[in-house]
């Protein structure tokens, strides 16, 4: 059975760059089928979305975060990763990795991971 | 961005109930929407998508109506594992979801 974890740093200073990875287990990455995306919840914007790769590289993001977001995959190791630059308090939220079916649906979930931005 | 406006904000239930929950797109979405299940500590759980089909595994209770700007997600008859807060996700442009609605026991 898929399952996805995310992992990396609780607590990230002001100004610093956010990391997190996504582990996919019980299957490939590289399914031609699906994407894989990365949501964060806050509890002051609810749920929003991040951005979105595809095992090539192809990669979406929302345009409010693109300018500070990055995206990547590593296929060896069945992983894709976060990195958001030059975070404030505001970018404080529970971050989930997530399966991206037909770019339009997110149909499994990782546990989530909650980063701290505090000095 | 399309925004989506999801009402009430928090609903009061007892089991057994019939719960509506609504969802208004900012603009067309045509039916590329989707309902997540949200429990406390617990990531989003898909419910429905394309507005009204039922993902794999989702007990038919739940019901999912609309298109265009407006939709609908039904409980027919409220269970105890089903308090929880639901969220619409639009599909059509981008990916915005919801504020949430909150169902509470009465």
């Known amino acids: 059975q898929l399952q996805l974890q995310e992992s990396g740093p609780g607590l990230v200073k002001p100004s610093e760059t956010l990391s997190v990875t996504c582990t996919v287990s019980?299957?490939?990455?590289?399914?031609?089928?699906?994407?894989w995306g990365w949501i964060r919840q806050s509890l002051g914007k609810g749920l929003e979305w991040i951005g979105t790769?595809?095992?090539?590289?192809?990669?979406y993001y929302n345009l409010s975060l693109k300018s500070r977001v990055t995206i990547s995959v590593d296929t060896s190791k069945n992983q894709f990763s976060l990195k958001l630059s030059s975070v404030t308090a505001a970018d404080t939220a529970i971050y989930y990795c997530?399966?991206?079916?037909?770019?339009?649906?997110?149909?499994?979930w990782g546990r989530g991971t909650l980063v701290t931005v505090s000095s | 961005d399309i925004q989506m406006t999801q009402s009430p904000s928090s609903v009061s239930a007892s089991v057994g109930d019939r719960v509506t929950i609504t969802c208004r797109a900012s603009?067309?979405?045509?039916?590329?929407l989707a309902w997540y299940q949200q429990k406390p500590g617990k990531a989003p759980k898909l419910l429905i998508y394309?507005?009204?089909s039922l993902q794999s595994g989702v007990p038919s209770r739940f019901s999912g109506s609309g298109s265009g700007t407006d939709f609908t997600l039904t409980i027919s008859s409220l269970h105890p594992e089903d308090f929880a807060t639901y969220y619409c996700?639009?599909?059509?442009?981008?990916?915005?979801f919801g504020g949430g609605t909150k169902v509470e026991i009465k």
């Open positions: 603009q067309d979405i045509s039916s590329w």
């Open positions: 997530a399966r991206h079916w037909r770019l339009r649906y997110f149909d499994l």
């Open positions: 790769i595809y095992y090539s590289g192809s990669t």
């Open positions: 394309a507005a009204s």
């Open positions: 996700q639009q599909a059509n442009s981008f990916l915005t």
């Open positions: 019980g299957g490939s990455i590289s399914s031609s089928s699906y994407y």
